[in-house]
């Protein structure tokens, strides 16, 4: 890791043999004891832009991150480690409606489902740094122009046509407003961050997760040496976080809507 001894940024990563130009730093932990986490836009020698993690992880937790993706009182031993991969997504709080919100969290639903029946795994630190909104827009191509009739040489006739089309697909172009538009972009909610995902029936000494999203049971001190997390253990920290997003945010695009009271008081 190289690092500009001016402003103090990392301007450079090496993950094995191969080297990162960093372009952006996008995430860096604020927990004092932890794994250290900080996440990088990075481009590397061909011009591809990956997301690059860096982190130190529990030498004891017994499960690396990579394994888990290659699948789908004193302080703890590290051990550091980077991972890249691809760009994932939005942050959650990104939503741009109601339903896209209620559509991320029931995707999130048939993730953890997945991650329990078919992979054996269980996340361990759900929260609302560790869902993202992946947006899938659909392409809108220009209409093609009409072709000339078969055996026609006359440049005439396709200088014409090809003005013609021109005009057709100019006439369609019509700048935004300034409000925005009302395209419907499709979303699909994904979690990421496995460093503390387990198979399942893992016995462990100590408990995972974030306040204030962690499970009632991993807050519980009489489970400490000997806490299993479960699949509902993921639910209600999933369904903590869906709660904290709509106690403690604004509404779709940073904008609150009016209240409504849910029974009409007259």
């Known amino acids: 890791m190289m690092v500009d001894l001016v402003s103090g940024n990392v301007t ?14 996008i995430h860096a932990s604020l ?28 030498v004891d937790h017994g499960i690396s991150e990579v394994k888990v993706l290659s699948q789908i009182h004193k302080p703890p031993n590290h051990m550091h480690r980077r991972v890249v991969t691809g ?8 939503f741009c409606s109601r339903k896209e919100f209620v559509q991320v969290i029931l995707d999130c639903v048939k993730w953890l489902d997945f991650l329990h029946n078919k992979c054996k795994l269980v996340h361990g630190d759900l929260s609302i740094n560790n869902i993202v909104i992946f947006h899938t827009p659909t392409s809108h191509p220009p209409s093609k122009a009409p072709a000339s009739k078969k ?9 014409q046509i090809t003005r013609g089309a021109s005009r057709q697909v100019q006439a369609m172009i019509v700048p935004a407003p300034l409000a925005g538009v009302d395209d419907v972009i499709p979303v699909v909610g994904t979690i990421i961050d496995y460093d503390y995902a387990r198979a399942l029936k893992t016995l462990l000494e100590r408990t ?26 993921d639910l209600e920290a999933l369904l903590q976080t869906a709660l904290g997003v709509i106690t403690f945010t604004d509404g779709p695009c940073g904008k609150r809507g009016p209240l409504h ?3 009409p008081l007259s």
């Open 87 to 94: 760009p994932v997504g939005d942050p959650l709080t990104t």
């Open 208 to 233: 995972s997760g974030m306040l204030p999203f962690m499970p009632l049971d991993a807050l519980n001190i009489d489970n400490h040496g000997n806490y299993i997390h479960e699949l509902t253990h």
């Open 31 to 58: 927990i004092l004891f932890g794994i250290g986490t900080h996440v990088f836009v990075v481009c590397d020698k061909d011009g591809k832009h990956h997301i690059l993690k860096d982190a130190w992880l529990l």
């Open 12 to 25: 450079n990563i090496r993950v094995k043999d191969q080297d990162f130009e960093v372009v952006k730093h």
């Open 151 to 159: 055996g026609t040489n006359n440049p005439n006739i396709v200088t």
């Open 261 to 263: 009271p849910r029974i």
